[in-house]
Structures are given as structure tokens and as C-alpha cells.
């Protein structure tokens, strides 16, 4: 049988514990071309949170595109991707051309695509030393003039956004936020995993103050870890005694990503030594072990 717990990449929905308010509200942000901040330390879940919120938005006949800001090693490239994830999103590339004219006149990319996938890949045809910044403007302007003339909605997610002060900090930002401001068919979400970074991008003084709500991702409840272990190892009729999962909970301070470890690596010695209660001791034999 499949180890239900998974750790280190993209959960699916039936190995989801807990936050169904934040995904409810954050879905519903977005649909709704809210801006959002996302904050929480690594591990806990955050990059899980919006792909399963983006599936949802994608049920509803939103289109969604999801960019790593920290993939790219220059502003080039991460505008050059950036454009690239959002025309693709949007549709097959001869269907979405005829929506993006003024696009195509003021930056006027190098456009080619896959014969064999379909897909569409831009070149912003500058040099490899040339700043790009001038063409950020319609680059970041481009999403909503795809939403208009193809009569549909979008949602955004750029995560790790701290990274992007790499690029040119506030000067950046201001050119992102004149341009997403004015896209009310767009729904963005900005995730973070270094909240300091992303608190003092939010503060006073910086283009993104006061442009959206701010979501602090908390620990997940000790109840919520308990059920969703118990349900998963009842399912192969083993037990999980209330006093190995505490001394679980306390090893792994309630961190996703540890929880969802340690339970992974419980799951597996169970299934090798055919072990149909799990008490205090087999706990500790995996934790030693990680």
C-alpha cells in the first residue's frame, strides 16, 4: 500500500491536513483578483496551500500560473519566464497572439515553440548584458491585457517574492505593484519563506504597503496531526497508542514537514515489521534514525 505521508513536495488534496479556512479564503481572494501575501517559515506547507488553491481556481475555468521568483538567476530571465508561464496558462499560442498586440509592439520578443509539446517559449530579445527594466513595465502589464481581450480571469502566485529584491528591491516593486494594481481580473499571491524579508517589503514606506492582506501560515493543530495519523495507520488496522503520537508531535514541533516525516518513516517500519500497535518505543527507533 501506498505510504500515505508525504513530505519534501507538492502534497495532493487527500494528503492535505487542516488549513481548509486558509485555502477557502484564499481561493476565494483570488477569484476575486484580491491581492494576497503569504508568509510562513519553510516546511510548513505553503507551496502545498496555493497549488491546491490554483487546482480549485483551474476547476472554476481560472487560469493560473505558478513562478518560482527564486528559479531565476537575473531580472531577464525571471521576466522572460514570468511572460512565458502567463501566455502559456492563458492557452495554445494561436489562440492567445491576437490578445496580446500592444505586448508584442513595445517589447517585440523572440517567440518560438516545441513542435512537439506545443509549448511556447519568449526570448526578450536584448543582450545578455543589457538591463531589462524598461521592458518590465509591459511584461508585468501583459496579464491583464491577456485577461481583457481573451474575457477571462487569472490567478498568479509568485512564490519565494522576497527573493525578487535581488532584482532591484523597491525600484522593482513599484514598477509590480503600478502594474497589478490595475488588474482587477487578476487575482496575485506573493508567498514567502522568509517572513522577516517579506514583513519589511510589506512596511511603511515600500511600494507593496497596505496593497493586499497579509496571511501569517501558523503550526498546524496537535488535533488535526492526531486525527489524520490515526485514520491513515487504522486504515491498515494498526494503532497509533496517544502516547507515541505526543512524543511524535513533540519531536517534530508541529513542523509539516517533520510531522509529515517522522509519520512516513513510522509508516514504513510498521509495514516491515508487521507491527499492529505502535507505542512509545518505535517512535523513538525512527526518530533515532532520521
Given amino acids: ?16 491536513v487542516d488549513r481548509e ?8 481572494d483570488l477569484a476575486d483578483g484580491q491581492k494576497v501575501f503569504l508568509l510562513s517559515p519553510r516546511r510548513f506547507g505553503k ?36 511572460a512565458e508561464r502567463v501566455l502559456r496558462s492563458a492557452g495554445p499560442w494561436d489562440r492567445v497572439k491576437g490578445w496580446i498586440g500592444r505586448f508584442i509592439q513595445r517589447v517585440q520578443p523572440t ?10 517559449s519568449i526570448s526578450l530579445s536584448r543582450a545578455a548584458d543589457s538591463d531589462a527594466s524598461p521592458l518590465a513595465a509591459e511584461v ?21 517574492f522576497q527573493q525578487i529584491d535581488l532584482f532591484g528591491g523597491p525600484a522593482v516593486e513599484n514598477v509590480l505593484r503600478n502594474e497589478v494594481q490595475r488588474q482587477r481580473e487578476i487575482g496575485y499571491v506573493f508567498s514567502g519563506s522568509q517572513p522577516s524579508l517579506m514583513e519589511e517589503m ?3 514606506g515600500r511600494p507593496f504597503h497596505k496593497a493586499g492582506p497579509a496571511v501569517f501560515l501558523e503550526k498546524i493543530p496537535v488535533a488535526a496531526w492526531k486525527d489524520f495519523i490515526r485514520a491513515q495507520f487504522k486504515s491498515r488496522r494498526r494503532k497509533v497508542t496517544e502516547q507515541a503520537l505526543d512524543r511524535l508531535m513533540k519531536a517534530a514541533d508541529l513542523i509539516p514537514y517533520d510531522v509529515q516525516r517522522t509519520a512516513h518513516e513510522l509508516w514504513d517500519y510498521a509495514e516491515l515489521a508487521d507491527r499492529a500497535e505502535l507505542d512509545i518505543p518505535e517512535v523513538d527507533l525512527v ?4
Fill in 1 to 16: 500500500m501506498e505510504n500515505p505521508f508525504v513530505f519534501g513536495e507538492i502534497v495532493e488534496q487527500r494528503h492535505f
Fill in 111 to 120: 517567440i518560438t515553440m516545441n513542435p512537439a509539446s506545443g509549448e511556447t
Fill in 47 to 82: 507551496s502545498s496551500l496555493v497549488s491546491l488553491a490554483l487546482l480549485k481556481l483551474q476547476k472554476r475555468h481560472i487560469r493560473t500560473a505558478n513562478i518560482t521568483v527564486s528559479s531565476y538567476a537575473n531580472y531577464a530571465q525571471f521576466l522572460e519566464k514570468f
Fill in 21 to 28: 479556512k486558509e485555502l477557502q479564503n484564499l481561493v476565494r
Fill in 287 to 290: 526518530i533515532d534514525e532520521l
Fill in 140 to 160: 508585468f502589464a501583459m496579464p491583464g491585457e491577456l485577461a481583457r481581450n481573451g474575457g477571462f480571469r487569472m490567478a498568479i502566485c509568485l512564490d519565494e
Fill in 202 to 204: 510589506l512596511s511603511s
